[in-house]
């Protein structure tokens, strides 16, 4: 039983450490060229986005557009730079390696991270709606069971205990006006906090 | 004579055992809510504010005093246990202190850290009992020009941290800079970059953007790699950090402990350009300097040493000129004014037995913060003694609403989670994310000190070199680029390009 999850992550290391794709190789050569690229159009383009209407303030001195102008100027001037070296080593057959990934990890999940990142994302989205008090304990809950988690002892005390704790330390201690959610989890969360003494 | 006979006073008064609770209490706040990524010790030291209505002015700034000190420090143990810092400060922490870490090495990083911070504060606190009046009168001198030839020397700094890759950490650093232009001017009052939206009209917060740069995508990292942080023992012994291991760092202490000294006192610089800078410094004039990032002990004592040095200096402006040397020591102004108390020169001569107990009470806060930190960072190392998953959860929801209370505003909770998955994409292909935030931290300062020499100058664009406070300033700020960059320049200048490999096949 001891030998499973080093076989597991010896099998993920050999995986790790096999050759990329064509399709990764493509894309690795593609990143050093296409970053420099999006932040040139982007420093290009974002000066005539400044002000949200048509008119233009006027004002003596330099003005509120001169900071912010030298600012994205100097990107746009230092971005030219990076590309013209990158597509200078394209040219000339060579790899760029300005941009590597970090080798301080055998093994990267990449689908266990976007679905980290979707799950921060469902938090902060359904915070306001749900309420903190829900939005924690449900977050906390999907989490532990996303990272492998699936004792039921834990998967039943960390959230509770979890969001009571931060609940009293923030909300009732910090005073702090987190989200109660809206509607139905309003009224929930004003009993929830009440029941806690909080309220 | 005069001074040590008021310092004995201080140290009498200090030592009463109301006051030194109070002491003891700030720092423990200011440890723990420095500790906890996103809950700075300057929301602290705000929100302990309406506290000190209770107190008398003494220990209304003692306390404070406490947090400040323990504050400063406590960002620190995120940074090197989670690679979070709690505090801007506590960036360059992260570079060393969170190599230490993976390699096992935390409470070795930790015992370092807290000794550097011991030793930069202490000497602080004795530089701000006997130096004060000196320093005073230098930092009168200081007008906006030479504050924005001071933030310009803290971002140039970043060049120095730039491993062989100067322009890519100038688009990073610009980036920040640019980001930090949203919102409204300073001078001016007219919204940039707001696309109609009116909460963008007030502008992004660097806290925010720190907090979803540096915590976001370190959770996901954490749970992704299944990345194992619990303390264990290197090469077969425990990894703390002994006697010899401090000595051997002791220039790298004084270095940094000289420079916060130096940078702290001038107002508006305070603790985050006072670390990077000194390890900037430290980068160049370290034997393992190139090797800075990957774990080396002197990369983490530097900063430390310089950042807790910045804390005493930056009393200094306060008590004597009453000038707040940054948010924190502008907190503690007010703490003043509200007790109906003017700190300036006159408070040396008003009320001196307050002002040497506030300096006693910093040189024991510097002394008690060994204790504290390594306490809070027993804590903390209890604490990733759980589950990567568990830990992972509460970070995220502790930085989420780190980034709520910046101003009690959902919309900063969804611009850390637009900067949480950008610093997640800037790690996983390689881009420096330190510059940006370092350009959103300092970018509005800059351009608010440049607008403002500017428009008292009538338009004189030569106000920068033609003072000589500025223009020494600056010229350190050219001269910290040219030897910058000049290892890079002079192996490119003798070798062939080292970006450059053979094409794969």
Not at chain 2, 65 to 85: L, R, W
Not at chain 2, 200 to 228: H, N, P, Q, Y
């Amino acid at each position: 039983m001891a030998m499973a999850p080093n076989m597991r992550t010896e099998d993920a290391a050999r995986q790790a450490a096999a050759p990329p794709t064509p399709r990764a190789r493509r894309a690795k050569r593609l990143i050093p060229v296409a970053v420099p690229a999006l932040l040139l159009a982007a420093s290009l383009a974002l000066p005539g986005f400044m002000f949200s209407s048509d008119r233009r303030p006027d004002v003596p001195g330099l003005g509120p557009a001169a900071w912010p102008n030298a600012v994205l100027a100097l990107l746009a001037l230092c971005s030219a730079i990076w590309l013209f070296s990158e597509v200078w080593l394209l040219v000339r057959g060579r790899v760029s390696t300005s941009l590597a990934t970090p080798h301080d990890e055998d093994v990267y999940h990449y689908g266990k991270a976007l679905t980290g990142i979707l799950l921060v994302i469902a938090f902060g989205w359904l915070l306001p709606i749900v309420g903190f008090a829900l939005a924690c304990a449900g977050f906390l809950l999907v989490w532990c069971l996303y990272g492998g988690l699936r004792h039921p002892a834990v998967l039943l005390l960390v959230p509770t205990i979890g969001t009571v704790a931060l609940l009293w330390m923030f909300m009732g201690l910090a005073l702090m006006p987190l989200s109660r959610g809206a509607g139905v989890f309003d009224r929930f969360s004003v009993w929830l906090l009440q029941l806690l003494g909080i309220y | 004579m005069q001074t040590i006979d008021l310092l004995m006073a201080g140290f009498a008064s200090a030592f009463q055992i109301t006051a030194f609770l109070t002491v003891v209490a700030g720092l423990l706040v200011g440890v723990i809510a420095g500790a906890l990524p996103g809950i700075s010790f300057v929301n602290a030291m705000a929100m302990a504010l309406p506290f000190t209505y209770a107190m008398n002015v003494t220990h209304a700034m003692l306390f404070l005093g406490g947090i400040y000190v323990g504050g400063v420090f406590g960002g620190s143990i995120s940074a090197i246990m989670i690679n979070v810092p709690g505090t801007p400060a506590s960036l360059p922490a992260t570079w060393d202190g969170y190599a230490m870490t993976k390699k096992g090495q935390v409470k070795r990083a930790l015992t370092i850290a807290v000794t550097a911070s011991a030793v930069g504060g202490l000497v602080s606190a004795l530089l701000l009992t006997f130096l004060s009046a000196p320093f005073a009168t230098f930092a009168m001198k200081f007008s906006q020009p030479e504050f924005f030839a001071a933030t310009v020397l803290g971002l140039v700094s970043v060049i120095a941290i730039a491993k062989d890759k100067p322009v890519i950490t100038m688009i990073s650093l610009l980036s920040g800079m640019a980001i930090g232009t949203v919102g409204v001017d300073p001078l001016y009052g007219q919204a940039r970059f707001s696309f109609g939206i009116p909460e963008v009209e007030s502008g992004i917060r660097f806290v925010v953007v720190m907090i979803g740069l540096f915590a976001i995508g370190e959770v996901v990292d954490l749970v992704a790699t299944d990345r194992d942080l619990r303390p264990r023992k290197a090469d077969g012994k425990v990894a703390g950090a002994s006697f010899r291991d401090i000595w051997n760092v002791k220039g790298a202490i004084a270095r940094g402990t000289a420079l916060g000294c130096m940078i702290g006192v001038i107002p508006g610089a305070g603790a985050t350009p006072g670390a990077v800078i000194a390890y900037g410094v430290e980068k160049q004039v370290n034997p393992r300097g190139k090797e800075f990032g990957t774990g080396i002990e002197a990369g983490l004592a530097a900063p430390e040493a310089a950042k807790n040095a910045t804390t005493g200096a930056a009393m200094v402006p306060l008590l004597t000129l009453g000038i707040p040397g940054s948010a924190a020591t502008a907190i503690m102004l007010a703490a003043m004014m509200l007790q109906g108390v003017n700190p300036g020169p006159l408070l040396f001569i008003m009320d001196p037995s307050m002002v040497y107990t506030i300096f006693a009470a910093m040189i024991i806060a510097n002394v008690l913060m060994i204790g504290a930190g390594v306490g809070v960072a027993q804590m903390f190392s209890t604490l990733m003694r759980t589950p990567p998953a568990i830990l992972a959860g509460f970070i995220v929801i502790l930085s989420l609403i780190g980034a709520y209370g910046v101003r009690n505003n959902i919309f900063d909770v969804y611009v850390c989670l637009v900067f949480g998955v950008i610093g997640w994409a800037m790690k996983r292909v390689g881009f420096p994310s330190a510059p940006l935030v370092l350009g959103v931290i300092l970018g509005p300062l800059a351009e608010r000190y440049f607008l403002t020499s500017i428009a008292n100058s009538r338009q004189d664009y030569t106000v920068f070199f033609t003072r000589p406070i500025s223009a020494t300033i600056l010229s350190l700020a050219l001269i910290f680029v040219l030897w910058s960059l000049w290892p890079s320049v002079r192996t490119r200048i003798g070798r062939q390009p080292a970006q450059a490999k053979p094409k794969e096949r």
